[in-house]
């Protein structure tokens, strides 16, 4: 009996809500606190104008909790509403991390970047601060959702009182768009991404498009580009071997063969490499990047589905009678699937790698090896980076190889200052040039009967607190320049006349991703019917199988 009194006592206390309080509250929460971005943008933009009305400032607030009431709404069923609502919380409070200290945005693009990420990079950006953001903004307001007791009525009452809200939603979102449509168009037409940051609408309807486009689609049938390509005739007894570097988050300015004034590119500098003043990327984040430079498809018309369904770069030189080999450090994004390549595992007993991550060093040695045994007269190796990928830079190098002090040794980066943020990431720039400056070693070393040359080219750029903005992935549009401006470096010894025609054409002229296919098939001299000549960066210059005064003095000609 006193023990059954005392449970009774100490029991603890039920929350008890109608499902329509629960969603009002729940809906007060994501307008409040998880749309905070999106609000303080969009009210930001209202009152920058010349003149507006106070009403129309004080609307926003109003107009966004009616829409999320009536989304999730959606979700009010009994036995679904809590569980939806539990995940729909937790999901947006990461979000909502992201955006506030990131800057960036959970559309389609970033939707695809994260499933396609693995454990070791999501797991890159755990720190203490993101799991108490976490645990406050996330954790405890679904353990209020979960603790709460819903009275549910009858199922007919029970209709009739969420009718009753909705149609309040409903009435209160009508009246305010005919209050204030015009301005509402005005302001939301000249922010158009500001929609982009709303929680949850905006990442499920992405989340949507993507389950959509990777499980429900049919099959494409794979396209084949070039049935027959041909490798053009080379100088017997000469072998050739082409190393393309492909580069993970580095960005152009802060290369100091472009004008940075940190010594960030010391290693290659001796080489006397032609770096590429004007250089976008396809897309800013992996996962669009790389399938689009190595597709023939151009970034206006890129489609990952498409690109994935046909010949890439390495599939048509590789039919031409090119050996390949791709050399991954980062994820190919199934590009290298139809040719040889080797995984760097992660998990090997080696300096450059702590079980998560291998730094760039590792890639040396499977390079080197190849190097010794070309079986080919043309040989194609792909070095595929992890290079300056964040939010933990300074694992991307080796202690002996920090140039730059202060450092950011932490993954909530935008906790750190700008000068210890900057030579973090520096130090990773400059660690890759330390690995080029090795791969363009030992092909300086290959016997007399064998030519080498090296293209580097990143994927994309990245952030560094400008405007706010950190990391990269943002959709494409709304990007800042940081992460769509990206270094391109080329090292083709054997013919001095050319480096002087490429030095020309990489200081006055723009290029992009889109030049990538055709200049690889022209550097590689692979004849195809997929080939644009216009398009081949090399073409304006001298092939190694052409004349190179004659080339040079036919471009002093035309300008």
């Not at 939603?169 to 509402?184: G, M």
């Not at 040989?379 to 202060?406: A, C, D, Q």
Request: glycine share 4%.
């Amino acid at each position: 009996m006193l023990n059954s009194i005392i449970i009774k006592k100490y029991k603890s206390p039920t929350i008890k809500l109608t499902a329509n309080q629960l969603l009002i509250l729940v809906s007060l929460y994501f307008t409040l606190v998880l749309n905070q971005p999106f609000l303080s943008g969009f009210m930001g933009a209202i009152v920058k104008l010349e003149q507006y009305q106070w009403l129309f400032l004080l609307s926003v607030p109003v107009l966004l909790f009616n829409l999320i009431v009536l989304l999730l709404s959606f979700f009010s069923l009994r036995f679904v509403m809590k569980p939806t609502l539990i995940i729909l919380t937790l999901a947006s409070t990461l979000v909502f991390y992201g955006t506030l200290n990131y800057g960036v945005v959970f559309d389609y693009g970033m939707i695809e970047n994260s499933v396609e990420t693995n454990s070791s990079e999501a797991l890159s950006y755990l720190n203490a601060e993101v799991m108490m953001f976490f645990f406050f903004v996330g954790v405890l307001p679904a353990a209020f959702i979960a603790l709460v007791r819903i009275n549910y009525q009858p199922l007919l009452k029970e209709s009739l009182q969420r009718l009753k809200l909705l149609t309040v939603s409903v009435c209160a979102v009508c009246l305010i768009a005919y209050a204030f449509y015009p301005s509402y168009s005005a302001v939301a037409r000249n922010n158009n991404y500001l929609k982009k940051y709303i929680v949850p609408s905006q990442y499920l309807s992405s989340g949507y498009k993507y389950v959509r486009d990777s499980l429900f689609y049919r099959d494409m049938t794979f396209e084949v580009l070039d049935e027959k390509p041909k490798l053009s005739a080379v100088e017997p007894g000469v072998k050739r071997v082409t190393v393309m570097v492909v580069g993970e988050t580095a960005r152009a300015k802060n290369f100091s063969h472009n004008g940075y004034s940190k010594a960030t590119n010391q290693f290659t500098q001796p080489y006397d490499v032609v770096s590429f003043q004007d250089m976008t990327s396809c897309g800013t984040a992996t996962a669009v990047s790389v399938p689009c430079m190595f597709s023939s498809l151009q970034r206006d018309n890129f489609d990952r589905r498409t690109a994935d369904n046909q010949q890439n770069l390495v599939d048509i030189v590789a039919l031409a009678g090119v050996d390949v080999l791709w050399v991954d450090n980062n994820g190919c994004k199934d590009v290298c699937k139809r040719v040889n390549t080797i995984n760097i595992d992660v998990t090997q007993n080696s300096p450059f790698c702590d079980g998560e991550y291998c730094q760039d060093g590792i890639l040396l040695k499977p390079l080197r090896e190849k190097l010794s045994n070309l079986t080919s007269d043309s040989t194609l190796i792909v070095l595929h980076m992890m290079g300056s990928h964040g939010p933990t830079y300074f694992k991307r190098y080796p202690n002996e190889n920090i140039i730059f002090t202060p450092e950011c040794a932490r993954s909530d980066i935008q906790n750190c200052s700008a000068e210890q943020l900057t030579n973090t990431y520096d130090n990773t720039i400059a660690y890759t040039d330390f690995v080029l400056s090795q791969v363009i070693n030992s092909l300086t070393t290959l016997p007399d009967n064998i030519e080498g040359s090296m293209l580097y080219v990143s994927d994309h750029g990245e952030s560094l607190g400008e405007s706010g903005a950190y990391l990269h992935g943002f959709p494409y549009a709304l990007s800042p320049i940081e992460q769509r401006d990206i270094p391109m470096l080329v090292w083709l010894p054997e013919q001095q006349t050319q480096q002087q025609c490429l030095k020309k054409i990489a200081h006055e002229q723009a290029f992009n991703h889109d030049n990538i296919f055709h200049s690889m098939l022209g550097l590689l001299n692979v004849e195809s019917t997929s080939y644009q000549q216009a398009l081949d960066i090399f073409s304006q210059c001298a092939s190694p199988l052409n004349d190179p005064a004659l080339q040079l003095t036919q471009i002093e000609e035309t300008e």
